[in-house]
Nanobody, 126 residues
Framework: QVQVVQSGGGLAQAGDSLTLSCTAN????????MGWFRRAPWKRREWVAG????????FYDISVKGRFTISRDNAKNAMSLHMNNLKTDDTGVYFC???????????????????WGQGSQVTVST
């Protein structure tokens, strides 16, 4: 049974950087596909980024593409989201998600993930 543990985030000023980390435990030998979602108080939960584990393909929402980067430890099914040049619009609670399957299409649909982390706060101020 897959479980997700996440950490990181915090408080930053616009233009600064933060990192989120997530580990999926109990994955098969092929690994678990993983993704990131976020929820701001004034918005519904939205997709941020994802990685299809078996082929290593990463996907990013247009709002973060070029600023956020996923890196992974393939052996541990762990990934980090490196968030650079943060904007105030990046503020929210970030959720790591994982799938028992190793692949995801574009890795941007909540339906593609079945196990969710507890959330990590990211606050970006001016």
């Amino acid at each position: 049974q897959v479980q997700v543990v996440q950490s990181g985030g915090g408080l930053a000023q616009a233009g600064d950087s933060l990192t989120l980390s997530c580990t999926a435990n109990g994955c098969s030998a092929s690994g678990c596909a993983m993704g990131w979602f976020r929820r701001a108080p004034w918005k519904r939960r939205e997709w941020v980024a994802g990685v299809s584990w078996s082929n290593g393909r990463t996907f990013y929402d247009i709002s973060v593409k070029g600023r956020f980067t996923i890196s992974r430890d393939n052996a541990k099914n762990a990934m980090s989201l490196h968030m650079n040049n943060l904007k105030t619009d990046d503020t929210g609670v970030y959720f790591c998600a994982a799938s028992p399957r190793s692949n995801c299409g574009e890795c941007m649909g909540p339906y593609e993930f079945e196990v969710w982390g507890q959330g990590s706060q990211v606050t970006v101020s001016t």
